[in-house]
């Protein structure tokens, strides 16, 4: 696939799980940033979220990045993970 098309691939899903992060972070008091470092290893396609204030912990929102997960697989967005991060 032509650099391009993969750039514009991945910026549509980065686009896609923002989206769905939102979706699922608004009954939490905080939000998550999809971060635009993106990993591509292995056929799997690696994207990072960090939330917006430094006292939330992964596992506060650990079963939201599960959700997105999930979404993705039923739309057919195989080799997603979801990773999360400190914020920055």
């Given at each position: 696939m032509p650099a391009q098309k993969v750039k514009q691939e991945t910026k549509r899903l980065r686009d896609?799980?923002?989206a769905l992060?939102?979706?699922?972070?608004?009954s939490l008091g905080f939000r998550l940033k999809v971060l635009?470092?993106?990993l591509e290893q292995a056929g799997w396609t690696?994207?990072?979220v960090v939330p917006d204030s430094e006292?939330?912990?992964?596992y506060e929102y650990?079963?939201?990045?599960?959700k997105v997960e999930e979404q993705?697989?039923?739309e057919h967005e195989e080799n997603v993970l979801i990773v999360p991060s400190l914020p920055m």
């Open positions: 896609r799980i923002e992060v939102d979706q699922h972070c608004k635009d470092t993106v690696y994207f990072v006292n939330v912990r992964a650990a079963d939201v990045l599960a993705l697989r039923a």
